[in-house]
């Protein structure tokens, strides 16, 4: 089978999301079956000058939006491949409709809520109202021109349905995927010396954060959460950087258990997850938008570490509280606290829970089982079967 992956994120340019991993996995598990491959991504570089000129030019701001998006969906119609594929499988609504007038049958991969998001892109508040209709028309028009949807976590799956108006016979709910090879767990003389290595003490328990700082991502509340544990010995990495990073580092000013490490590039984050004894995700609903299922999480699932989320989105799709992880309200720095101290102090309970967490990856989550998944989809729609 011949597919064409397209998105309008480019994995091979920055690996700071959940999506562009997936991207990347999922073109590696299609591969592992044996599908042809081929990849349509956004080049940023080839679209930067034309975008620079027009951000120059007097227009309303609102205006520069909607041509930037354009010249997105432009590039990548101007670099369609002259080649036969069998499938196209987009992975945002801009890459959907940048092969409309390609024939083949077209699968599209939800990943996020479009115009919510590229909504806080148009920086006046007065250009909003404007934008926004815009925008929803584009996600619209997209999940429209798609022959099967499929979300990455149920919430997504009903906004498709009941605000989109697409088919409920024809969306799939499929949480994303991890390497469960290069995500694994370790010894304990291994993560000892894992420790000593990124300059910890053997004897202290680690809670990884492992989140861009923006907002949606809630790590001031994991910050605060430290104001609260008692036992201090647990120390705090947080490896990220973004907007928030002034805010974060001012709120951790004095804690010397708190470590802002900036960002740590994809490749080399797995030595952290191997690292530490607690993976913190303290995601927030933010102007109205949840986390799917978190690429975090199922690394340090993955780890067979226990994963401490907030209790939203998709993460409470996966996690059945203190049997694979730990369910925590969001916001709430004292209960998360709480949750941290509860597993430090119970030492058989991290390797109950990790061992339960890792075997739950295996059997739903890894690269290849996600890309059998996704092949059944294709075969699904060639053969015109609904569900």
Known sequence: MRVL?????????????????????????????????TTLYY??????????KTMLLPFPEEKKHR??????????????????FDIVHAHDVLSIL????????KVLTLHGYFARENIEFVKAEKDHKIVLPHLQELEKEGVKGADYVITVDQRLKEFATSELGYPVDRVTVMHNAVDANRFRPTTPEEQENLKKTLGFSAAQPVVLVPRRLVEKNGVIY??????????KHVTMVIAGDGPERKEI????????????????????????YRMADIILVPSITSHGIQEASSLSM????????????????GMRE??????????????????????????????????????????????????????????????????????
């Open 249 to 272: 580092a001012k709120e951790a000013e004095g804690d010397y258990r708190i470590h802002l490490k900036g960002t740590v590039p994809h490749e080399k984050i797995d030595v952290y």
């Open 222 to 231: 994991a910050v605060r959460a430290m104001k609260n544990v008692k036992n």
């Open 5 to 37: 992956l397209t998105s309008t994120d480019n994995p091979y340019v920055t690996q700071q999301g959940g999506k562009h991993i997936h991207l990347l996995l999922l073109e590696q598990g299609l591969r592992a079956l044996g599908l042809d491959v």
């Open 298 to 313: 199922l690394e340090g699932m993955a780890c067979g570490k226990v994963s401490i989320c907030s209790n939203i989105g």
């Open 98 to 105: 940048a092969t409309d007038t390609m024939p083949q049958k």
């Open 318 to 387: 996966i996690i059945q509280n203190m049997q694979n992880g730990v369910l925590v309200e969001e916001k709430e720095p004292k209960e998360i606290a709480k949750a941290i101290e509860t597993v430090i102090g119970n030492p058989g309970l991290p390797a109950e829970i990790g061992t339960r967490a890792r075997e739950y990856v295996l059997q739903n989550h890894s690269f290849i089982a996600h890309a059998k998944l996704v092949y059944s989809i294709y075969q699904k729609v060639l053969e015109g079967r609904k569900t």
């Open 67 to 84: 041509i930037k998006l354009q010249w997105m969906i432009s590039d990548l119609k101007s670099r369609i491949p002259n080649k036969q």
């Open 43 to 52: 080049n940023r570089k080839s679209c930067k000058e034309r975008i620079k």
